[in-house]
């Protein structure tokens, strides 16, 4: 079957860099999304991995490694507003274009 | 700018009653999705749709059913609500075409409780 793992919290400080590590296991992969979401809010999309290599948006990067079934979203110069869950996605075989979702990393920034 | 809306953010029911939760898209976009969101439990599938008329069950789809009568709108009905289905229901829709990024937009929420 689909699974994904990643860590459940992390806690960083202002100003610091956090990685969120995901690993996947799936046997038709089409690529590694990630997904922000505030406490209330509804999941946005940050980025999405389809080949190996660092893509880079602002503050925030994500890296894939298809031979290691391995991504990681790395966020830099973190500020307060980045405390939230963040979650990991690969399409799910059985459904199309739905998304399997890793059950989420919370991002806890402090002053 | 994709919008998909949710008929309500918060929602108190009764165990026993039948529960509609609509959500609309504007994008034209194929494929809606129900999503069900628990602590510790991240996202699950409940039901999914490419199509008017078209319905596929996902990972939980127990004690749920679907309709897609039109191709912007997306229902989830819960036939007899049960206090289990308390929880935040996420609906969300992609365009059909494969190869693109995989964006899936989601709506702000439902967040039911059952009695």
């Known amino acids: 079957g689909q699974s994904l793992e990643q860590p459940s919290e992390v806690t960083a400080v202002e100003g610091a860099i956090v990685q969120i590590n995901c690993t996947y296991q799936?046997?038709?992969?089409?690529?590694l999304s990630w997904y922000q979401q505030h406490d209330g809010g509804a999941p946005t999309f940050l980025s999405y991995?389809?080949?190996?290599g660092l893509e880079e948006t602002g503050r925030f990067s994500s890296f894939l490694s298809r031979s290691d079934s391995y991504g990681y979203l790395l966020l830099q110069e973190l500020q307060m507003k980045d405390s939230a869950s963040y979650f990991c996605?690969?399409?799910?075989?059985?459904?199309?274009?739905?998304?399997?979702f890793g059950k989420g990393t919370t991002l806890s920034v402090s002053s | 700018d994709v919008k998909v809306t949710q008929s309500s953010r918060y929602l108190v029911k009764r165990t026993g009653e039948k529960v509609f939760l609509e959500c609309v898209q504007d994008?034209?976009?194929?494929?809606m999705f129900w999503y069900r969101q628990d602590p510790g439990l991240g996202l699950r599938l409940i039901y999914f749709?490419?199509?008017?008329?078209?319905?596929e069950k996902g990972d939980i789809p127990e004690g749920y059913s679907v309709s897609r009568e039109k191709k912007e709108r997306f229902s989830l009905i819960l036939e007899s609500a049960s206090t289990n289905q308390t929880s935040m229901y996420l609906c969300a829709s992609i365009p059909s075409k494969l190869g693109e990024k995989e964006t899936q937009y989601f709506g702000p929420g439902t967040r039911l409780l059952v009695l």
């Open positions: 996605a690969v399409r799910d075989e059985q459904a199309g274009t739905a998304l399997i």
């Open positions: 749709s490419y199509d008017v008329k078209m319905k």
């Open positions: 994008m034209d976009h194929e494929n």
């Open positions: 799936t046997s038709g992969f089409y690529g």
């Open positions: 991995n389809a080949l190996d």
